[in-house]
């Protein structure tokens, strides 16, 4: 019996210090959790984390292509994409970025350019976001959801850094491919900077196309949106060349998506901090009998100067003939 007594005790005080040295283990080395996250994902088929405003990409069945007209802004570039392929990851909307790069000696051309992109992209989407490069949205309540009650205009006079006037609808506005098509897309008459998305409100507004904008912000017009031409000044090209002024005041008729004209040069994917981007390399073609001004000015005179120069001197050498 004391035989016995002295190998129980032994084995009690083997199960003992066996039992200490798991629990010591198990104490000091720490526990990769990860697959377990994996598999409690896989097990709900829903992503751990949604946030954002918009909506959740696997139920809508709505792809957003985010339409970028560019050229020489590789800096904001740097900066747009990462931000807002982050920004719409939150919202769970699915998208493609599209760079339209304008690879020619004419001058920029935002609207043909935003056309041509359309063109490119619209088998792979069902609506479009028109937006500058230099504009971030910076408030988590500006959503980029399917506008399905009309053009959603995200960069409202009440809210971009710079312009206020009540029918802007530039920097960024989310359009449906069937309302694109509808008004013919943009006019293709506008070299240069500015007033292309004036016509292009005219558009809407003979459509009867209802703007809708964002409401009950908690931002205003200092941090709704980060604009980064602030920060990286360049010069704009203002230039109104020959009869440019009176033409592009008028609504334009003649020109649109239907009739744009270019040449595809490249298609490039970009990665930038993990996001990435699809750029066309494009030409456009301009036809400077209706729109002389899309050359740029040459020299110290503008265009016009110099035609009338040309002419002057044609009329001296036929009236010395």
Same mark, same amino acid.
């Given at each position: ?27 000091? +080395? ?46 904001? /570039? ?9 920004? /719409? ?9 599209? @760079? @339209? ?19 490119? +992209? ?60 509808? +008004? ?23 459509? &009867? ?11 205003? @017009? ?21 009869? &440019? ?33 699809? +750029?066309?390399?494009?030409? /456009? ?20 100067? &110099?035609? &009338? ?13």
């Amino acid at each position: 019996m004391r035989l016995l007594a002295v190998k129980w005790m032994r084995t009690l005080t083997v199960c003992i210090m066996c039992s200490l040295l798991l629990s010591l283990l198990i104490a000091f +080395v720490p526990i990769n959790n990860s697959q377990y996250l994996c598999a409690k994902q896989s097990a709900t088929s829903k992503p751990l984390f949604t946030a954002g405003t918009g909506f959740d990409r696997h139920e809508s069945g709505h792809k957003l292509a985010v339409i970028v007209p560019f050229r020489d802004r590789f800096d904001e /570039l740097l900066l747009f994409v990462p931000h807002l392929d982050a920004f /719409l990851n939150r919202q769970n909307v699915s998208h493609k970025i599209y @760079i @339209i790069n304008q690879s020619d000696n004419l001058r920029f051309n935002r609207a043909s350019l935003i056309n041509v992109g359309y063109l490119l +992209v619209n088998n792979d989407c069902d609506y479009i976001a028109m937006h500058d490069v230099d504009l971030l949205p910076l408030n988590a309540q500006l959503s980029y959801a399917y506008p399905a009650n009309g053009p959603f205009h995200i960069a409202s006079p009440e809210l971009h850094p710079k312009y206020h006037y009540k029918t802007f609808v530039g920097g960024i506005l989310l359009v449906t491919n069937e309302h694109f098509e509808k +008004v013919d897309g943009m006019s293709n008459r506008y070299w240069g900077w500015g007033l292309e998305d004036d016509e292009f409100y005219a558009r809407l507004k003979e459509a &009867q196309l209802t703007v809708n904008r964002p409401h009950n912000l908690s931002t205003g @017009i200092n941090d709704t949106f980060l604009h980064l031409h602030d920060r990286f000044p360049r010069k704009r090209d203002y230039a109104k060349l020959y009869n &440019q002024r009176e033409v592009t005041r008028r609504r334009d008729r003649e020109t649109g998506l239907h009739n744009v004209r270019y040449e595809l040069i490249g298609k490039k994917r970009l990665t930038i901090e993990d996001s990435e981007c699809v +750029v066309y390399s494009v030409r /456009l073609v301009c036809d400077v009998r209706s729109t002389p001004w899309c050359q740029p000015k040459t020299g110290g005179a503008t265009s016009k100067q &110099q035609q &009338q120069k040309s002419s002057s001197t044609r009329k001296k050498k036929k009236a010395g003939a």
